[in-house]
């Protein structure tokens, strides 16, 4: 069983920035792939960015591509997601989750996830 807990969301202006942090449970963290996912009022889930085990590989969502950044920490057991340039579209709860295997666009691939965040966006 692999527990997350993510923080850093909160109000932030246009153009602005966050970074959201995702805290695992257990050292074997080193062995999950890690994905954010964010869904916005009356919206289905959609995929952010994924890094695999040993942090060498990353995916994006076009959307996000070259505005957010996913990195990990092993000595920490955290992954993060770092948001720039921040659109009123970008405004979603954010959920990390942890995926035995390597990474995935799909959300039905992960294993845990955790609570989300919410990160809000003001014009």
């Known amino acids: 069983q692999v527990q997350l807990v993510e923080s850093g969301g909160g109000l932030v202006q246009a153009g602005g920035s966050l970074r959201l942090s995702c805290a695992a449970s257990?050292?074997?963290?080193?062995?999950?792939?890690m994905g954010w996912f964010r869904q916005a009022q009356g919206k289905e889930r959609e995929f952010v960015a994924a890094i695999n085990r040993s942090g060498t590989s990353t995916t994006y969502a076009d959307s996000t591509k070259g505005r957010f950044t996913i990195s990990r920490d092993s000595a920490k057991n955290t992954v993060y997601l770092q948001l720039n340039n921040l659109k009123p579209e970008d405004t979603a709860v954010y959920s990390c989750?942890?995926?035995?295997?390597?990474?995935?666009?799909?959300?039905?691939?992960?294993?845990?996830w955790g609570q989300g965040t919410q990160v809000t966006v003001s014009s």
């Open positions: 257990r050292r074997t963290f080193v062995n999950y792939a």
């Open positions: 989750a942890a995926r035995f295997s390597g990474t995935s666009i799909q959300e039905n691939d992960y294993d845990y």
